[in-house]
């Protein structure tokens, strides 16, 4: 079965600290598909970044970086020095093969708030 | 590029009343996802469109909730009639090619509803 656990409910932040989303996955898959994904109080979930399973290359885009770590079944998204505007609720997402193809399976999210 | 369009942004019924949701995808892209968020939790797909066919309603209340992609471009989402745990946000996503593992999804803006 597939299962995305975001462990963190809410986390606060004062401006220009960094900070750490956990993900932790589960499928039984050898193909598949993380995903992160930005909710901001417009509601729209804003996609951030795709990594595949075969891919275990860490990612940084900006302030943005990505860890993941299939032998921990893990998929970390870090903020550097972050800004009020990167308050959201963060989600990770999976796709594999053992259900429906395209199908998305959400963590509960992470809402994170940064203040001034 | 346009993103997804979906309408309305906000919708207040009572129990037993019937409501319509409308997307409109990025254009060309082939598959059309409809997705419930209740507050608190992750999306959860309700009913994904490969063109105009249906791919996968296994989540779908079919006996109160209905959907259609009639031309393979936009789609309604249609409640009938609705029930309290109903209220929530209804997401829109979109990814361009077949329905894959490999897809990223794109989302709407959400129409959240509000049964009383």
């Known amino acids: 079965a597939q299962k995305v656990t975001q462990a963190q409910t809410e986390i606060s932040v004062v401006e220009k600290e960094d900070v750490t989303l956990d993900c932790v996955y589960e499928t039984r898959d050898t193909t598949y598909y993380l995903f992160w994904y930005k909710q901001p109080p417009s509601g729209e979930l804003v996609f951030l970044i795709r990594r595949n399973s075969f891919d275990e290359q860490n990612e940084i885009s900006g302030r943005y970086s990505w860890n993941f770590q299939k032998s921990t079944s893990s998929f970390n998204f870090t903020i550097t020095a972050s800004q009020v505007v990167d308050s959201a609720v963060y989600f990770c997402?999976?796709?594999?093969?053992?259900?429906?193809?395209?199908?998305?399976?959400f963590g509960r999210g992470t809402q994170l708030t940064v203040w001034p | 590029e346009a993103g997804v369009a979906q309408s309305p942004r906000y919708k207040i019924i009572e129990k037993r009343q019937s409501v319509a949701f409308w997307c409109n995808p990025i254009?060309?892209?082939?598959?059309l996802y409809w997705y419930q968020q209740i507050l608190g939790q992750g999306p959860k797909l309700l009913i994904q469109f490969q063109n105009n066919g249906v791919v996968d309603d296994s989540q779908l209340p079919k006996d109160r909730f209905s959907a259609e992609r009639l031309k393979g471009v936009d789609s309604t989402l249609k409640i009938q009639p609705a029930k309290l745990e109903d209220s929530a946000v209804y997401l829109c996503a979109s990814s361009p090619g077949l329905a894959g593992v490999e897809e990223t999804q794109y989302f709407g803006p959400g129409t959240r509803l509000l049964v009383l």
């Open positions: 254009s060309g892209h082939a598959t």
């Open positions: 997402a999976l796709s594999d093969r053992g259900s429906t193809l395209g199908r998305l399976y």
